[in-house]
């Protein structure tokens, strides 16, 4: 039985290089053909989308637009908020130092 897990483990490795040498020769067969080719069409695909999301983006009639713009705005107004938290934080800190150095004994 010691001797079939001994003889077993040895069949994952090299399964391995065996794969990854197979995926190396396909990967460069199929990038000197037809994937040039693929690869230019997904670079124009991809032009062509870039163009299409940003006029969506852009569109405040568009679901995609409006919801970019109401994220903005709650953006602002959420920094708005803690903007003033901070500041009134900042104070209430300022206040307390002054009544502690107010209240200590001079040495």
């Given at each position: ?68 713009n109401?994220?903005?705005?709650a ?5 708005v ?5 901070a ?16 209240g200590?004994?001079?040495?």
């Amino acid at each position: 039985m010691a001797d079939d897990d001994t003889d077993s483990s040895g069949g994952f490795g090299w399964g391995l290089i065996v794969g990854l040498a197979l995926g190396l020769v396909a990967g460069a067969f199929l990038a000197s053909g037809p994937g040039r080719e693929q690869v230019e069409t997904l670079r124009a695909r991809t032009i062509e989308l870039t163009g299409s999301a940003r006029k969506a983006a852009s569109d405040p009639e568009n679901p995609l637009g409006r919801a970019i713009n109401d994220g903005i705005s709650a953006a602002r107004r959420r920094r708005v908020e803690l903007e003033r938290a901070a500041r009134s934080l900042r104070q209430e800190g300022s206040e307390a130092a002054e009544t502690i150095r107010e209240g200590a004994p001079d040495a």
